[in-house]
Every structure is written in structure tokens, then in C-alpha cells.
């Protein structure tokens, strides 16, 4: 049955229980999978009945339209300190010091000199949040993220020149290929280099990524509708 995704928080549920569905098909537990409600760009009056319905995880593409949408509730409002924010999208250098302070997840560590600035700031500021690393999966040249011939020589690098420990992988697959092989491809990463969580779904493909051993998946316009 069609769920209409003008109310927010009844496509929340409907996302929830295809989560738990999809989870159970593959012989895992509901609770392996964290849904990420992708927010970004999206007005409050979108946001606020999915905060309420009880989501705790949001996902957000850049450092500045994440601090203006949360940045009032995480300072006045401590029923918002249970809010966990992940940066989804591509991390400028020069925006790393604010993510450091901002987010408890980034998803997309893809180079050196970003993994070396990441860690000048979690010293500097005595925050570390919890990192993945983006892997572009398909080798598309306008995707951010490192090919997977070079993932493990990065993931290395992360740890042994700058004391980094990123939990898990994150990928975006191409629109116009088959995702599972793609996910596939991640979770092997994953698995050589002892790295347990992997970040992979979205809206059109979450249950697919699910069946291939998914712990997050980031999900918008299936709960929010399309983006403006």
C-alpha cells in the first residue's frame, strides 16, 4: 500500500518497517540497521513530526545549512542532545574545524590532506567524531570518495600516519548501474580491513543494501518526500 509522503511522520514508519522487513529477510536483527533521515534541505515543518515520531539519527550534506537548521536546538533545547547529526556530504578543508565541532559522524573522508586536518582539529579540539571512509565505488570522476584500488593503502595511511580510526565504509552507488555489486564490492573492503560498519542505501535502494550486510542506510525523499 502507497504511503502518502505528504505527512512526514507516516512515511517515517513506512521506512521503518520496510527496515525491519528487509533486516529480517536477512536473517539479521531490526536493530543492526541505523535509518539516517537525510534532512538536508528540508524545512523544519518536514523535520520536526520525524524528530517527534522518536528518529534520533539525521544526515546532512554541508557544515554551514546543518548549523542553521540544528545548531539553535542543540544549544537551548536538551531534548535534542539525543540527536545524532552525520555530514553526508563532500568535506572542504577549510570547513573541517567546524565539522569537527558540529557533527558526532563524518561519512566522507576521501583523502590525505582531509585526513590530516581532521586530525590537527579532533587534538585541537579534544572532539573526535566517529569517521567513515567514501569510497566511489563506480569510479565516477564527479563523485567524491577514493577508488577502491586505493581504499586500503588509505585506510593505512588513516591509521598508522594519522591516528585515525574510521569505523566503517560509506558509498554512493551509480544511478544507472545494478547497486548490489557495488555494495558488495564495500563490504568486502570493509571486511580485509577489519572495519565493521558500512554506510550504503538510500531511498530507492536501502533494502537491497541491507541484504548485503548495510549497518546505516540514508534515507530522504522515501520519508520526507522529494527535495524542493
Known amino acids: 500500500m502507497a504511503v502518502s509522503l505528504t505527512d512526514p511522520a507516516e512515511a517515517y514508519a513506512a521506512v521503518v518497517a520496510r527496515i525491519a522487513r528487509a533486516a529480517q529477510?536477512?536473517?539479521?536483527?531490526?536493530?543492526?540497521?541505523?535509518?539516517?533521515?537525510v534532512s538536508k534541505t528540508q524545512p523544519w515543518e518536514a523535520v520536526a513530526p520525524v524528530l517527534a515520531a522518536g528518529q534520533t539519527v539525521f544526515g546532512e550534506n554541508r557544515v554551514q545549512e546543518a548549523q542553521e537548521r540544528w545548531a539553535a536546538y542543540r544549544d537551548h533545547d536538551h531534548d535534542y542532545d539525543r540527536v545524532t547529526l552525520h555530514l553526508i556530504?563532500?568535506?572542504?578543508?577549510?570547513?573541517?574545524a567546524d565539522a569537527v565541532a558540529f557533527f558526532d559522524v563524518i561519512e566522507t573522508l576521501d583523502r590525505e590532506k582531509l585526513a590530516r586536518v581532521l586530525a590537527d582539529e579532533m587534538q585541537k579540539q579534544g572532539r573526535?567524531?566517529?569517521?567513515?571512509?567514501?569510497?566511489?565505488?563506480?569510479?565516477?570522476?564527479?563523485?567524491?570518495?577514493?577508488?577502491?584500488?586505493d581504499a586500503d593503502a588509505f585506510i593505512a595511511a588513516c591509521r598508522a600516519a594519522y591516528g585515525l580510526e574510521p569505523e566503517g565504509l560509506m558509498c554512493i552507488p551509480p544511478a544507472d548501474e545494478p547497486a548490489g555489486p557495488h555494495f558488495a564490492l564495500l563490504a568486502k573492503i570493509a571486511a580485509r580491513n577489519g572495519l565493521a560498519k558500512l554506510s550504503m542505501g538510500m531511498s530507492g535502494d536501502f533494502e537491497t543494501a541491507i541484504a548485503f550486510g548495510a549497518t546505516g542506510v540514508r534515507v530522504g525523499s522515501a520519508v520526507f518526500g522529494a527535495r524542493t
Open 25 to 37: 529477510a536477512a536473517g539479521r536483527a531490526p536493530g543492526d540497521v541505523t535509518l539516517v533521515a
Open 89 to 96: 556530504g563532500p568535506l572542504q578543508t577549510n570547513k573541517a
Open 128 to 149: 573526535r567524531p566517529r569517521l567513515y571512509v567514501q569510497v566511489n565505488t563506480g569510479e565516477e570522476p564527479q563523485k567524491a570518495g577514493v577508488i577502491p584500488a
